[in-house]
């Protein structure tokens, strides 16, 4: 979970500072196909914020298709 970074100190939501970090991470080759990614649970344990904030993150990457949910699973990258 290195690739995620989150400022409490600067303007930018952290929904967006996550979703960022995790898109960096793709467009960066840090996180492939297929790559599963951290829990909501394990975000919100690394940086002590609320799981809306963790959800509103990866809806935002789900929509841009970036990466993709699948149940009793976990959540992947897709590009």
């Known amino acids: 979970m290195d690739y995620i970074f989150v400022?409490?100190?600067i303007t930018v939501p952290i929904y967006k500072q996550i979703a960022n970090?995790?898109?960096?991470a793709i467009h960066q080759g840090q996180l492939k196909y297929?790559?599963?990614?951290?829990?909501e649970k394990e975000i919100c344990r690394t940086f002590s914020?609320?799981?809306?904030?963790v959800k509103?993150?990866?809806e935002s990457l789900i929509s841009s298709h970036m990466i993709k949910r699948?149940?009793?699973?976990?959540?992947?990258?897709t590009n």
Request: glycine share 6%; net charge positive.
């Open 49 to 53: 914020i609320s799981p809306t904030v």
């Open 70 to 77: 699948i149940k009793g699973k976990g959540t992947f990258v």
């Open 21 to 24: 970090s995790i898109s960096d």
């Open 34 to 39: 297929n790559d599963k990614l951290p829990t």
């Open 7 to 9: 400022d409490k100190m």
């Open 56 to 58: 509103m993150a990866y």
